[in-house]
């Protein structure tokens, strides 16, 4: 079990987040703005997150240095921040009370009811979905997302009720701070493994997070994941499977995949209750909205409010998202960091649009992650026509020997000749190539959860 403090909270304290512009640090300081809490924060370039909160009053201040954080009660960060942080070291230094992002979490919603949304995969878009779903059916929670809503416009909602709706990361096993709390869990499959090192300890977290969950309370599961069933067995709470399976007590039925998004019967125990138009593509989807479904069904919203919910639903950023066009072609930008999300991306892309030349941008998110799945990466791009292979995006990771994203390219071409694959470690060229590649009628996607939607973004600006 992860080790917990109590944070207690107080509106007197100065509360200070280090790495303020992230997407999950940027939310717990809109919150606490919001709700009269006096924030600071500091991160390493400007962004619109830090526009936004300055705009509620959250002082910031760019890049990060020794001393930014003198004065604060309470000093917060997240993964991301590294030890040798000029501005962490310094308040370890300085001997400030020093706090991790999910303690910080943990301290907003104690008291409150919960449900926490985890998995390997489509952990943002349930939880949006979710929240959507309640919001839409009169409901005002508190929602904290790792990812910017479209319907709420922002990637938290300060809410008025004492219930919370928020993103409970397995990365590092710190989704184990929230204490009691009902669950969603999309799937389980192996990541982070430089984290938790194998895929039986990463089980044993999840095992330990369903233990969180009372008897009161409920747990959501994925029922395509053969390992969560079992993991399932042990909650003490309401267990609910959903998914496209038989077996599975929230599930769907006619499931019609097209390019704006997908439909299909919604059943509970087998019988239909409702029609359900999405307006999101691809069948992770279908299954992300299942897996809310279940929950919000669990929380007291009819089926007919389900459906009105998912079908309000505008999706999530970078989940697919539409940045602009090219020469006539499309350009699409997704998260997916994980061999099963790229191919799911793609899946949805191919379904959608038989008819166009898909065309694969990835850049490779950490450098544990590439090595752990080199293989899996190769097979999963190679279902689009052609692929282009950025370098590796480091992150929190400095380089490994021998772990190089050309690597990819070249499992590529050997197991996929007729893909046109090219290694292009700088994004710079990667414009310019993808300039000249691009014909009418292509979809252009960038993929991955580093900074290669960059490209995207100035091929959609391009005249």
């Not at 987040?17 to 300081?29: F, K, N, T």
């Not at 899946?347 to 080199?374: C, D, K, N």
């Amino acid at each position: 079990m992860v080790a917990t403090r109590q944070l207690e909270l107080n509106p007197r304290q100065r509360i200070h987040l280090i790495g303020i512009g992230g997407v999950g640090m940027s939310g717990l300081a809109a919150v606490l703005a919001e709700r009269g809490y006096q924030v600071s924060g500091s991160d390493q370039r400007e962004s619109p997150r830090l526009q936004r909160l300055r705009e509620l009053g959250v002082k910031v201040t760019v890049p990060q240095v020794a001393g930014g954080a003198a004065g604060a009660d309470i000093v917060v960060r997240s993964t991301a921040v590294l030890d040798k942080n000029p501005e962490f070291a310094d308040a370890v230094e300085r001997g400030l009370p020093i706090y991790h992002r999910s303690e910080l979490l943990a301290a907003i919603v104690s008291g409150m009811e919960k449900v926490a949304v985890s998995g390997t995969h489509g952990k943002t878009t349930t939880s949006s979905m979710l929240a959507t779903i309640l919001l839409e059916a009169g409901r005002d929670p508190l929602v904290i997302i790792g990812g910017d809503v479209v319907n709420i416009g922002a990637n938290y909602h300060a809410g008025s009720e004492p219930l919370a709706v928020f993103e409970a990361c397995e990365s590092d096993a710190t989704f184990l701070r929230y204490g009691p709390c009902s669950e969603i869990i999309t799937n389980v499959e192996a990541d982070h493994l430089d984290q938790h090192g194998t895929f039986e300890h990463i089980c044993g977290a999840f095992e330990q997070f369903v233990g969180l969950v009372p008897a009161e309370g409920f747990l959501a599961w994925g029922a395509e994941s053969a390992e969560l069933a079992r993991i399932a067995r042990s909650c003490a709470g309401e267990s609910i499977a959903y998914g496209l399976t038989p077996e599975a007590a929230v599930s769907a039925d006619r499931v019609k995949l097209g390019p704006g998004g997908a439909s299909f019967r919604l059943l509970v125990e087998q019988t239909c209750v409702a029609e359900v138009e999405l307006q999101v593509p691809g069948e992770h989807n279908v299954l992300n909205a299942l897996g809310a479904t279940a929950a919000a069904l669990r929380l007291g919203v009819s089926p007919t409010q389900v459906a009105a919910g998912l079908q309000r639903f505008l999706g999530v950023g970078r989940r697919f998202e539409r940045l602009g066009a090219l020469n006539g072609a499309q350009i699409i930008d997704d998260y997916a960091h994980h061999p099963t999300e790229v191919a799911a991306t793609l899946a949805a892309a191919r379904r959608g649009w038989p008819e166009r030349r898909i065309v694969a941008v990835f850049q490779p998110h950490l450098y544990s992650r590439t090595r752990a799945f080199m293989a899996e990466f190769a097979e999963a791009l190679s279902a689009a026509d052609v692929v282009v292979v950025a370098g590796i995006y480091g992150a929190r990771e400095e380089p490994m020997e021998g772990v190089d994203a050309a690597e990819i390219a070249r499992r590529i071409a050997e197991r996929a000749p007729e893909v046109d694959v090219r290694y292009v470690p700088e994004k710079e060229d990667i414009v310019a190539i993808l300039r000249q590649l691009a014909r009418p009628g292509d979809m252009i996607l960038t993929l991955g959860a580093g900074d290669i939607r960059r490209v995207g973004e100035e091929l959609a600006c391009s005249p």
